[in-house]
C-alpha cells in the first residue's frame, strides 16, 4: 500500500516540478478599487499540487515505517525562529489579512523545503531532472516565440500575462525609437524566466559533464540558452555566463572530461553567434552601461531602496509579513504624493525587503539561515556537485539585492526554498549518521 501511496506521490511532484513556471490561479481577495498584484491573494495551481503530496507524504509517515530523519536541528531551529516571526508580525501588521495570507505563504514554502530536504534522495533524479528539463524547454520555446511574435499566445490558462507594445507595465527595451518586449514565458517577468532557465542550463551542463554528451542534447541546450537570451535579463544572463565559464574552467583545471567541455564550449560560441545575428543590435542596446545606468530600471530600484530604509527606520521591527507595499501606499497617500498604481510595488532588494517586514532581527536569522546552507555546500560536497550548487547559490544571493521575486511572487519563492531544500537533502546525504 504504501508503494502505491509513494509512486501517486512522486507523480503529483513531477507534476509540481513542470507546471512550477505556470501562474494558473484564482484571486481570493484584493485590496483597494484599482488591482495591485502585492495587495492581493491568490491559491494556485502549484498550492493544489503541493496540497496532495504533502498529503500522501504524511500519511506515508503515518502508516509506514519510513520516518523522516534528522541528522541535526539546526536548520529546523533558524526556520523555526523565522516561521515564529513571521507569525508573530501579522499582529502588528499595518493590513492583517495581507499579513496573514503572507505568512500561510511562508509556512507553505518552508514546508516545500522540508519536504524536498527529506524526500528527493528518495525520489529518481534523473527522472525528476527529465521532467525539470522539458519544463525548462517548454519555457524557452514560449520565449522563443514570444520575443518573435511581440506578443502573448494567449495562453491563460497556464496563466500567460497579455503582452503588447501599447501595455503599460509590460518590460520593454527602448531600441532606435521602438518599444521591444522581452520575453516572459508564463512567469510574471522576465527576470524571473531567465532565474529558472538559468537553473535548468546550469544543471543541464552538469547532467552532460557527468553522463556524457549526445547527440539529442544539442537542440533542448540551445533551446533552453536563446530562451534565456530572450528575456534580456541582464544580471541573471551575466550570472549564468561567468557560472558557466567557472564551471568550464574547473573541468579543464581538474583534466577531466576535456573533450565534453571543448565541446560544450564550441556549442555555446556557435549558439551565441545566432542569437547575435538576429538580435546583436538590441543585445549592444541592451547591455550598454552608460544606458543600463541610466535607466528607468536602475532608478525605481534605488526609489524603491530610499523608500524602504526611510521605513525601516520608523519601524525597525518590521511592518509585518508581506506588508511593505500598503504601508508604501499609505505614506504616500498621506503626504498627497501620487503615483501610477504600476509604481507601487516591493522593494527591489530580497535582504532589505524581509528587514522592512520582519525587523531587523528577521533579516538576522534569514541570514543565519543563508550562511548555515553556505557552509554545508563548502562542508558536505566535492567535485562537481559543490561548483554546481556553489554557483546556483551565489547567484541567489546576488540576485537578491536586486529583486524581490523570492520573497513576493510564487514562481520565484518555489524555486529557491525548492532549490534550497533539495541542497539541504543532498548534504544531509553526506553526513554521517550519529551512533
Known sequence: MSKKIFLIEKFFVCLFVFCLPWQTRLILFKQGVVFNEWQSGFFYLTDLLFGAFLLLWLVRIFTGKNKPVFENFRLEIILGAFWLLGGA?????????????SFVRL????LIFFYFRQNFKNFSAENLFVVFLLAGV????????????????????????????DIAGVAKIDFLGQKIIRAY???PHPNLLAIFLAVVLLVFVAYILKRGFQSWQIAPLGIVYLGLLTSFARLAIILTLVALILIFGYELWRKINRK???GLMFLFVVFSALAFSFVGNVVRQRFNVSQTINS????????????GWEVFKQNPWGVGVGNFVPVFKNNLNRLGVKLDDWMFQPIHNLYLLIAVELGFVGVVVFLWFLWEMLRRILSDFRGELRVLFLLIFCAFLIQGFFDHYFWTLQQGRLIFWAVLGIMAGYSDEKRPLAR
Request: charged content about 15%; cysteine-free.
Open 260 to 262: 565534453r567541455v571543448l
Open 89 to 101: 508580525s501579522v499582529f502588528f501588521a499595518f493590513d492583517r489579512v495581507l499579513g496573514a495570507y
Open 296 to 307: 528607468q530600471a536602475v532608478d525605481l530600484r534605488v526609489y524603491y531602496n530610499k523608500i
Open 138 to 165: 517548454f519555457q524557452a520555446v514560449l520565449a522563443i516565440g514570444q520575443f518573435f511574435k511581440q506578443a502573448s499566445f494567449g495562453l491563460k490558462w497556464l496563466g500567460e500575462a497579455p503582452l503588447s507594445r
Open 185 to 187: 514565458g508564463t512567469f
Open 107 to 110: 509556512t507553505e514554502l518552508l
